[in-house]
């Protein structure tokens, strides 16, 4: 029987031998011995176990309780977990081995309720892993669960599972459909909702418009300006127009390491400790507006202006944390800021316009 593994016999040692006394922990070991090679408890016959424990010198109390109660888990151990009905005849070991070893009924329900948790959890994995036979209705049925007694299990053994499937997905940052259907799919083998934390599933849904943005095909956004004969616009969103300026900005980064010295670096005014400065590029916001994407433009609108970039006149585009820096090849550039999530998006599709563009 699964579950069991073969356990070396005890010797009799010299005291033993001097007062005639047996380990007793043998009746034990030779019971452990015989299930491990037996298909079923029943192979064990009470008369057989009774020779065992009489050859030792082995009765029942309390102080072997746990032996007898330990072998007893065992076998509803194997009982629940590889059961196919409630007919199965596994089923009816756990009944044998309490008469053999004579566990309280207290003592057996105990046992069982242990041994239904953990194969409960084993056969939710097999589901999971495609080894298991039966389907969740049919181990609940088995068990004697309903939808919310097994409820916390199967959604634990999911989370287990999703946890790896979302490292692929967030290593890739691409939530495909057929891992959504996946996904999907084995919520319903598990008979549990598709549902996720909000920041899981803000995630998802970034990498599934990212996941689009690339492979499935362009949409055609209604503007309500006019486009050009044949041009289609494939995006759109909120933006930022900026320029790229060089600003002074403070070198503190003694106050901020707390690394504080006084050398020829920093001077005082006052109560205050003026540091050196250093010159940084930034991206000024310099208006509020509309970004689109079309077949043959980058536009930009808002109250104040428009402006645009033909595709053909395009030199460079890139993505830098969450701006999208377009090159002309006159030299002149725009830049464009964005949400996060948006601007990775808006700069996929932008390379898919591109990319489409240079197949013609």
Not at 207 to 216: D, M
Not at 336 to 342: I, R, S
């Amino acid at each position: 029987m699964k579950g069991f593994k073969k356990q070396e016999l005890e010797q009799q040692g010299f005291m033993g031998k001097l007062f005639g006394s047996k380990p007793q922990q043998n009746a034990f070991a030779e019971i452990n011995n015989i299930l491990t090679d037996a298909a079923s408890a029943a192979e064990l016959t009470k008369d057989a176990a009774a020779d065992i424990f009489k050859k030792w010198g082995c009765k029942f109390n309390d102080g072997n309780m746990d032996q007898r109660s330990a072998i007893y888990r065992k076998v509803a151990d194997n009982a629940f977990t590889y059961a196919k009905d409630k007919d199965d005849a596994l089923l009816a070991d756990r009944a044998h081995m309490a008469e053999i070893l004579e566990i309280p009924e207290n003592l057996c329900r105990l046992a069982d309720n242990g041994a239904k948790k953990s194969a409960y959890f084993a056969r939710c994995r097999n589901i999971v892993n495609g080894e298991e036979t039966l389907d969740i209705k049919a181990i609940n049925e088995l068990f004697g669960y309903d939808y919310e007694d097994g409820f916390d299990f199967r959604k634990q053994v999911f989370n287990d599972y999703f946890n790896g499937e979302f490292d692929r997905i967030a290593e890739a940052k691409r939530f495909t459909p057929d891992d959504e259907q996946h996904l999907r799919d084995m919520c319903a083998k598990l008979d549990i909702p598709y549902e996720f934390k909000a920041n899981i599933d803000n995630a998802l849904t970034k990498y599934r418009y990212l996941w689009n943005a690339e492979n499935a095909p362009l949409g055609n956004v209604k503007v309500d300006f006019p486009l050009e004969e044949g041009e289609i616009c494939h995006a759109a969103g909120q933006a930022y127009l900026c320029e790229v300026k060089t600003v002074a900005k403070e070198d503190n980064y003694y106050q901020l390491t707390r690394k504080l010295r006084i050398d020829e670096t920093i001077s005082f005014k006052g109560e205050h400790i003026e540091h050196p400065q250093i010159m940084e590029e930034t991206a000024v916001i310099t208006d509020a507006g509309y970004l689109f994407l079309t077949n043959s433009r980058i536009i930009y609108l808002s109250k104040k202006m428009a402006k645009e970039i033909r595709l053909d006149d395009l030199k460079t585009a890139d993505l830098s944390s969450n701006i999208i820096y377009a090159h002309k090849n006159d030299g002149e550039s725009l830049s464009f800021k964005m949400q996060d999530d948006a601007a990775e998006v808006m700069f996929a599709i932008l390379r898919r316009i591109l990319t489409d563009r240079n197949k013609k």
